[in-house]
C-alpha cells in the first residue's frame, strides 16, 4: 500500500485519500519507541513466567495427595483442587469454610464432610432432617347406608332395552 502512494499517476484522487486513510488505520494504537520497547520485553517476560507457572502447575497438580494421615499411614486419595486434603479429610483444614462436619444423631454420631449451605446445620443425605408433610390426604367419608343401598330397578339392563331405543349414558361407551 506504501507504494501506491508515492506516485500521484496512475491513482485517482479518491483513491489516494482511501489509501491515507487506510495507511493511519493500521498505525492506529500502535507503540511506538520506549513504549514499543517496554511492551515487547514485558510480553516476553509473561510468557516465560506463564509457560513455566503451567508446567510447574502441571507437575505438582498431578502429584499432590492429601496431606491427612490415618493410622500413620499417608491418605492415597488426591486432594481437592486448591486445597491439600481430599474429600474425605476436608475438615482437618482449618483454613477451609465450605465443608463442616455432619453432626449425626444421638444415637449414630456422623462426621462425614458436608458442604455448607444455606441451612444451620448441614447434613449428610443419612441425617437430613425431612419437613414436615405440607400435603394432608383428605379423609374418606363414610357413606351412610341407606344411601349406599340404591334399588336395582333403576338401571335397565341391556337386554332388557328394545332395539330401537337408544342406549342410557352408563352404557354408552
Known amino acids: ?6 506516485g500521484p499517476e496512475g491513482l485517482m484522487a479518491k483513491e489516494r485519500e482511501n489509501l491515507k486513510r487506510l495507511k493511519c488505520l493500521r498505525r492506529y494504537r500502535q507503540r511506538y519507541g520506549v513504549e514499543a520497547l517496554l511492551h515487547r ?11 513455566g507457572a503451567a508446567q510447574q502447575a ?18 492415597s486419595n488426591p486432594s481437592l483442587p486448591l486445597t491439600r486434603h481430599c474429600l474425605t479429610h476436608i ?29 444451620e446445620e448441614p447434613c449428610c443425605p443419612l441425617h437430613l432432617r425431612l419437613p ?7 379423609q374418606v367419608l363414610a357413606v351412610p347406608q341407606e344411601l349406599g343401598a340404591a334399588p336395582t330397578e333403576l338401571y335397565l339392563s341391556a337386554a332388557e332395552l328394545q332395539p330401537t331405543e337408544s342406549l342410557p349414558l352408563e352404557f354408552s361407551d
Do not use: I
Open 1 to 6: 500500500g506504501s507504494s501506491l502512494l508515492t
Open 58 to 75: 502441571h507437575t505438582t497438580r498431578s502429584s499432590q495427595r492429601c496431606l491427612a494421615f490415618v493410622d500413620d499411614v499417608r491418605c
Open 132 to 138: 414436615p408433610q405440607m400435603y394432608v390426604p383428605e
Open 91 to 119: 475438615c482437618q483444614d482449618t483454613n477451609q469454610t465450605l465443608f463442616k462436619p455432619c453432626q449425626g444423631s444421638e444415637e449414630v454420631p456422623c462426621n462425614k464432610p458436608v458442604p455448607v449451605s444455606l441451612s
Open 41 to 51: 520485553q514485558l510480553r516476553e517476560r509473561r510468557v516465560l513466567a506463564t509457560d
